[in-house]
């Protein structure tokens, strides 16, 4: 019985293996062993000297930057002040955040469309036409940056609730406070330092979505890292496989580095 | 010495009073109004263009239920329950291989593999839109390594359609519904197998009427997630299939970059509405499920 | 192999024997039984104490079928049930904590087994009500386990480990869980309900004051092996080794000298009992069996007194530094404070002898 059941577990095993290797092995082959050329790997040399990959790499980096800085500069204190101060206010939030699960992106990204052909229809007149200029600028879309901190807002909450839960804020606020510390510093010098796992288990999932992400980026005409990969695919396709293959390593070294780092609870993000 | 004392002991505690309410509302404040700006203006706007339409000659607008209507009809319903196909039978099928393998991760005592797949799974359930559908392109593509090399387009095999869409979306399907189900699966406690067992049960009647009538609730809760999940995707089906298969994501983009028809966007308006209740309802089932889930898992 | 009779309490016709023999079982490198050989009589309420890691709950288990032993066998009214798959073993287990099917209500976890035997749902349903009844739940039939609370929970764990009237009751630590309160009246309980049904049951705990309270029999275990098997009274009155005569009770230690069969300590010479060689020896004494008066002269002086209610246990440090408890009459320690010179002295009786440990 023990041993049908090793059997067992070892079939069901090598058939998973099989189904999510094979693709992976595949694509490596598809982009060394080109028709006509042999092996060859100029899909790899070719890829930084390739137009628009710098750039849109860059993009999807500073987006991903600026997203993480603000939906951690909006959540955290708010969490935080939830269990301390305004236990009331939780499921308020907690609603909030769930909102955008609710929204698929394709969804969220008509509406924006939506609200920013407001500017030029009813706007033009007034100052807050600038802002609507600004943050669809080209360089920098800030639009982009709006968009994902709320996409990326249900699982920074379930991140940061597991963290918080794990730790008694109000013990450690006030055993700093007691201690002498101001407010900011029992913030930053006691209870920070304990949800690091928390925070960098949040800041991987909003990295992984907004790198990944494409529908609201090329609905808008943006061109991100996700949307160059499509582009490039049309023309080059050896290209855009190896690219691809990049960077599903890229996530999973990320995501190696973050359980060395003690993170745990990794949820899907969502997929554009 | 004795007073310096007592204003210590006593005056955090009338400061803290006053100024702890401050902070409260003060730190969930920015939250608040970054979501109702962010968010509430483009939900508005899903509402408000959902049920207007704007006279293509005078400008004028006016509220009407016939971007709802249009969007239950035709190709658009055609691609709605063609979503719904999808991410259904996807779900189904990634929830039914999804339980055994996880299973089979709990089972194993092996520290090494439990982590190798959550980890897996962890990248996997993420590793969705353009570089997946480029992935399977290069492997089962028309000119895909596995269809050049095992001949697979004489017997028929087109990556591009409905089935090919399942076989790719499985590939994310399967880790997440690992992730939702292992915790489930860690939290069956072994007292309840022998219970079951000192009870006269069989490993076969443990399973049918305790193992499974306990998972159920994250069995069917991951089930929904897998159909949300499936069901927003947009990406991977753009990237593989263009509009080969009917699917209503599909077509909000096509409607809204006016590729089909000009003057649509306030028709892809009322379908983003079609699909919001939609997930809407996928949560209000899943939100309790879970709930329920907890209560009996952690106790 | 169920009777269905429609009265309850009933007494079994005829109670099991259980018998272990020889049995042994390595995990890795621990051994957790190293040849246990015990035997439970018909309708003897058993208990199997010893320090965690002992091999007493391994050994329930191989009764239960959980475990394997790699050699030895298990016998039930002389027959072997060594290999008998778990779930066609004839017993009933209550287990630690949290054994209740979470998606069940308190009648239909007791009518569990009754179903798996295709017992019909109106018979089920009420042999279970009565069992609810027997253990004092007969109105949270309808409650979940996540409704009830911790002793509740335990009790309809019994009630299901009844349900299938089998031969032999096994409970493995079911109070460790509790609080102190509900642990008193549970085990109380437990033991009315086991002599109303005569059934031959194994009490696993590491507490020894429970098993003393309810056991007929308490069988001392030491890293897999039995190191006494007797009643109660005979376990706390004349331990047979030092480790159970430590384990069972309070037990002070005080050195003394051993000569052909009697022993020199604190003054007196004393017959002494206990395989040990002649020489430095510890004697073995009860806090009740310690005297202290205060004496000017004494070298001993008192360190420590808690009030336990009728007595006082008073905490003496003799000259030579060795701590002993000892228990006085509530109304004699009064006036004795810390720091109090006394004297020491045991009563005229032979006395439990051990190698010298070295503090």
New interface residues.
């Given amino acids: 019985m023990a041993r049908r059941l090793t059997l067992w577990r070892w079939i069901v095993l090598g058939l998973a293996a099989l189904y999510f290797l094979v693709p992976l092995g595949a694509s490596v082959i598809f982009t060394v062993d080109v028709p006509g050329q042999g092996v060859t790997f100029d899909a790899y040399t070719k890829i930084l000297s390739t137009d628009g990959f710098l750039t849109s790499l860059l993009l999807s980096l500073e987006l991903a930057v600026a997203t993480i800085a603000v939906v951690l500069l909006l959540m955290v204190p708010a969490m935080v002040a939830l269990r301390l101060g305004a236990p009331r206010l939780r499921p308020v939030v907690e609603v909030v955040c769930s909102l955008p699960l609710v929204v698929p992106p394709i969804a969220f990204v008509a509406g924006i469309a939506t609200v920013l052909k407001w500017g030029p229809e009813y706007l033009s007149r007034t100052p807050l036409f600038e802002t609507f200029v600004v943050i669809q600028d080209d360089s920098f879309p800030v639009v982009l940056v709006l968009a994902y901190v709320v996409m990326a807002l249900p699982f920074v909450y379930r991140a940061l609730d597991a963290g918080l839960r794990a730790i008694d804020v109000r013990t450690l606020v006030e055993a700093a406070r007691s201690c002498g510390a101001s407010w900011p510093q029992a913030l930053v010098r006691a209870v920070l330092p304990n949800l690091r796992g928390a925070l960098l288990n949040a800041a991987f999932l909003t990295l992984a979505l907004v790198l990944g992400e494409f529908t609201v980026a090329s609905l808008l005409g943006f061109r991100p890292f996700a949307v160059w990969i499509y582009d490039v695919g049309g023309s080059q396709a050896q290209m855009s496989v190896a690219v691809s293959v990049l960077s599903l390593l890229v996530t999973w070294a990320l995501l190696l580095a973050l359980a060395g780092a003690g993170g745990r609870n990794r949820t899907a993000s969502s997929r554009g | 010495m004795t007073t310096a004392l007592s204003r210590v002991d006593v005056a955090p505690v009338a400061s803290a009073k006053r100024r702890r309410r401050a902070p409260g509302w003060l730190a969930v404040l920015p939250l608040l109004v970054f979501t109702a700006v962010a968010f509430g203006l483009p939900a508005v706007a899903i509402l408000d263009g959902a049920f207007t339409a704007k006279d293509a000659t005078t400008g004028a607008t006016s509220y009407t239920g016939a971007n709802m209507t249009a969007s239950l009809q035709g190709p658009y319903l055609t691609a709605l329950l063609g979503s719904v196909k999808l991410s259904a039978i996807s779900a189904a099928l990634g929830a039914l291989i999804g339980l055994p393998l996880a299973q089979a991760v709990v089972s194993s005592r092996s520290r090494w593999l439990r982590e190798a797949v959550l980890t897996a799974s962890g990248v996997l359930a993420n590793f969705g839109g353009v570089p997946l559908a480029f992935a399977f392109v290069a492997t089962l593509g028309n000119a895909g390594v596995l269809t050049v090399h095992l001949g697979l387009k004489d017997s028929g095999w087109d990556l591009y359609s409905f089935w090919g869409l399942v076989l790719v979306y499985l590939y994310f399907l399967i880790p997440l519904m690992v992730l939702t189900i292992t915790p489930a699966l860690d939290g069956l406690r072994s007292q309840w197998r022998e219970a079951a067992l000192n009870n006269g049960a069989t490993g076969v009647q443990y399973w049918r009427h305790v193992a499974l009538p306990v998972l159920a609730p994250s069995l069917l809760g991951g089930l929904v997630l897998l159909f949300g999940s499936a069901f927003a995707a947009y990406a991977t089906a753009a990237a593989m299939v263009g509009s080969a298969v009917p699917l209503v994501t599909l077509q909000i983009a096509d409607a809204l970059s006016g590729n089909v028809l000009v003057g649509q966007e306030n028709v892809a308006l009322a379908l983003s509405l079609d699909m919001v209740l939609v997930a809407g309802l996928v949560m209000a089932v899943y939100l309790p499920l879970q709930r329920r889930s907890a209560r009996w898992l952690d106790a | 192999m169920t009777h269905m009779t429609a009265t309850l309490p009933e007494t079994l016709e005829k109670a099991a024997t259980v018998e272990f023999r020889g049995l042994r079982r390595e995990f890795g490198t621990t051994v957790a039984l190293d040849g246990l050989d015990l035997t439970v009589r018909p309708g003897e309420f058993l208990a199997l104490l010893g320090p965690s890691g002992c091999g007493k709950t391994t050994a329930l288990r191989m009764l ?3 475990e394997h032993p790699d050699s030895g066998a298990v016998l039930v009214d002389g027959e072997d049930v060594t290999h008998v ?5 004839d ?3 209550v ?9 069940l209500n308190a009648v239909d976890n007791v009518a ?2 009754l ?3 295709k017992v019909r749902t109106a018979q089920r349903r009420a042999r279970a009500a009565e069992l609810l009844e027997l253990v004092g739940l007969g109105d949270k039939g309808e409650r979940y ?2 409704q009830l609370s911790g002793g509740q929970q335990q009790r309809i ?1 019994l009630a ?2 009844l ?2 009237r089998p031969r032999v009751l096994l409970l493995d630590e079911p109070l460790s869980a509790l609080d102190a309160k509900v642990r008193l009246t549970l085990r109380e309980e437990i033991r009315r309900l086991q002599q109303e049904l005569g059934i031959t049951t194994l009490f696993v705990t590491h507490d020894q004051e429970e098993a003393l309270s309810v056991a007929d029999r308490v069988a001392v275990m030491r890293a897999g092996r039995l190191e006494q098997c007797a009643e109660p009274a005979e376990l706390y009155g004349r331990p047979a080794t030092a480790f159970v005569a430590e384990f069972v009770g309070t037990m002070s230690r005080i050195p003394g000298e051993l000569t052909d069969g009697t022993v020199q300590v604190l003054g007196q010479r004393l017959p002494a009992d206990g395989e040990v060689p002649d020489g430095a020896v510890d004697v073995l004494v009860r806090p009740e069996a310690v005297r202290v008066h205060p004496d000017e002269q004494g070298s001993a002086r008192l360190v420590a007194t808690a009030f336990l209610g009728a007595v006082v246990r008073a905490t003496v440090r003799l000259a030579d530094g060795t701590e002993v408890k000892a228990d006085l009459p509530a109304h004699e320690a009064t006036g004795l404070g810390a720091g109090t010179a006394v004297g020491v002295s045991l009563p005229e009786r032979p006395v439990l002898v051990s190698e010298r440990i070295q503090k």
Avoid: E, N, V
């Fill in positions: 239960a079928g959980f798959p778990a779930h066609r073993r017993a009933g287990m287990f630690q904590s949290y054994s209740l099917f979470p998606h569990f087994g179903r798996m035997r386990p996540h764990a299901r480990a349900a299938l």
